[in-house]
DNA sequence: CTGAAAGCGCTTACAG
DNA sequence: CTGAAAGCGCTTACAG
C-alpha cells in the first residue's frame, strides 16, 4: 500500500503551471519566459509574440508569491487608521490608495480605533503580511511598535499631526497652534465661557494637542474658572454632539461658544440648538473641525477648521514611495489647517460694548 | 577580477535569515522552528521554548511570500468599489474589512469608479496580486472580466444590487423594486409630476434600475408626460443635489416631487429650496436615498431609503469567507432597503382633494 | 518527537 | 539572444 502511493505520488507528475507551463507549451526555457515579461527587450521577437501567444492563451497570471520571495519585495504598503466609517479617514485613505496605486503598490488598511497607545497586535498582522511601509494615523504611543519599526527599519510616516521633532517623520499639521488660533478669535470677539466637545483623548495625541491649546489659551488671558471639555465617542457623533450641547446648556447655561473637535459634533450641537430655540450665532456661537462638505450648507454655514485630509493621503504615500524607491528615511511635511470664518460665531452678546471690531477681526484670523 | 568577484560571491555567506537562522541559534533543525510556530502541540516544550525564546531575541517575523508559495495561499480578498470617498461605501468596506481581518485575511481595495465597463486591468491587478477573492460592487459588465473570474475559478461576490438570477452570486437589495415602492408611495399623495437627480448611469446598474422603475411605474399609473431625470456626478454631490435643484425650479416648474439617488443630493436640494424661500414638504416634496446619518437631522427629517451598507459589507464577506474555507461557491443573499418616512413628503398641494388619507398610506408604506 | 530533503514558482548571474 | 541552474524562505511527507 505504502509502495504503491508513493510510486502514485512519483508518477502522477501533476500538470506544470506557471512558468513551466508556459515555456513547455511555447518550446522555450522559464527563463525566456520571465525575460518576456520582465525585459522584453531583451528577447527576440519571434520568441517574445510566441511566448505572449501561449502565455495569453493559456491565462497565465504570474505567482505573485514567488515573485515576492525571490525579489524581496511585495510592493504592499500598510495604513494603520482609526476607522474607515469616518469621512475623513475615508478622504485621506482613498488618495493615499490612489497614489500608491498609480505606482505600483497595493495597500492594506488597518483599522485600530483611536487609541494609539495598544496597536502592536494589529500592525505586526501588517508586518506579517510583508508591508514594505507604513503610514499610521496620530502619534504612536506603543513602545513594543516603535521598537519593532526600528529593528525592521520600516519607512513610516505618521500623519494628521506634525511629530514632535524628535520622532517619527510626519505629515500633517500643528493641532496646538491650530486650536489655539481658533480659541483665540473666539476671545477677540468677547466670549469668556467655552466649552469644548471633543473625541476620544485616550491615545489619541490630535485630541490631546487641541484640549491643552484649549485650557492654555485660556489660562494665558487670564481666564480663571476652567472651561468644561466633553468627552464623545466618534460614532453617532451627530447624537454625541447633540446631546452633548443639551448637557452644556443644563450644566453650563453661561456659555456663549462651544469649539468641536468636529463638524458631525458641530451638525448634531446645531440641530440640538435649534430644537431648543437657541439662535446661533446670536445665542450661541459654535465651530466645527475638519470642513466636511455639508458644513457651508448647514443653517447658518458652519465656521470650521479646513484640514487638507486628501493632501495629506497623497503626500504620506508620495514621501513613503520616495523612501522605497531611495532607500531614504521618509521626510517631514509641515501642512496648515485653516479657519474658515463663515456664520455659526458672533461676537458675544455677553459682552459686546468690550469688543473694537469684530468684522476687522475676522479678517485677520482668515489670513493669519 | 573575475575570479575575486566569484570567490568572494562565494565565500561571504551572507547571514542566513528567516527559519534558518533561528534553527541556527537555536540548534534545532528548521522544520522544528516551523513546527513550532504552526502545530506547537507537535513539539517538545523545551525545544518550543527554546525556539520561542531564540526567534523573539531575533525578531523572526515568518516571510509571508515565502509562506504563501509554499501554502499556495495568501489570505487575500479583494474588494472593487466605485471610490472610498463616500459614506457608502466607506461603511460598508469598514464592515468588509472588520469581518475578514477577524478571520485572518487582509483586504486589498481597489477603487475603479462607477462604471464597471470597463475595470479588467484594475481588476486583473488584484488577482496578479493573489487576490483569493473578490468583491465588487456593483453587476459586472465587463466581458473580459466574466471570462477571467470563470478561468481562475474566483469566488466572487457583487453587492449592493441583487443578481439577475443567471449572474454571479450577490449579497444586496431589488434597486428596481425598491424605487418602485418609492414611487408609488409619492403618487399614493397624489403627486403626478416627479422628477428624479440620479448618480451617473454608465455601467451602473443601480442607477439604471432606479430609473427604469421610476419611468415604469409612472406608464403603469397611466401618466404619458415623461418625467424629467437628471444625472449627476456623484462628487461634490451636495452642490450637485442644490444645482439640479435649482434647474428642475427653472425648467419644470410644475414638478411637486424631487427623488434623490443619494442623501447628498437632496440634502443639496432642501438647501437650495430654503434658498429659493420654497418651504418643504409643503411647495415641494423631496425623497432621499440611503438614510445617512444627517439625513433625520436635517430640517426638516428626510425621507429616505435606509440601505443596509454594514450588512452587506458583513455579509459579502462571510460569503466569501464560507467558499473559501468549504470550496463552495458563495450563495446569494437578499436583503431589502426599507423606505423610512419621516418629514421631507406631504400630501400634493395641488392634488390634496383627490387623495383620500395620506397619514395611513404613509403607515401601510412604512410596513411594507 | 525530530531532521533531511523536496519543492512551491519565480528571477538572474553565469556560460555559451 | 538563450538556457541550465541556483536559490529566495517556507512547509510537510517521509524516515527514523
Redesign the interface.
Known sequence: MTRTTRRARKRIARPKTGVQAVAEAARVSIATVSRTFNSPDSVNEVMRDRVLGTAAKL?Y?????????RMRR?YLVGAVIP?????FF??M??AF??TL?GSGY??????VGFDNTHIFDSV??L????AEALMVVGRIEDKQLLE?IK??ALPVVCTYSIASPSALPSVGFDNYQTMRQVVRYVLRLGHTRLAMIAGPTKGNDRQQARIEAFEDTRVEHGIQDPWPVLERRYD???SEG?SAMRLIRAQYPDVTAVICNSD?FA??AL?EC?RLALRVPEDISIVGHDDQ??AE?L?PPLTTVAVPARQMGQLSAQELLRALENGTPPQTVRLYAELLIRGTVSRSAANKATVTDAASESQQAKTA
Chains 1, 2 share one sequence.
Open positions: 491565462g497570471v504570474p505567482n505573485p508569491a514567488a515573485k515576492a520571495l511585495n476607522t474607515l466609517d469616518h469621512a475615508a478622504r485613505v482613498d490608495q490612489e496605486t497595493a495597500v492594506i488598511i488597518m483599522s505586526k498582522q508586518v506579517e503580511r510583508g519593532l529593528e525592521k453617532n457623533a451627530l447633540a458631525s451638525f448634531g440641530t435649534h462638505d455639508f450648507l443653517d
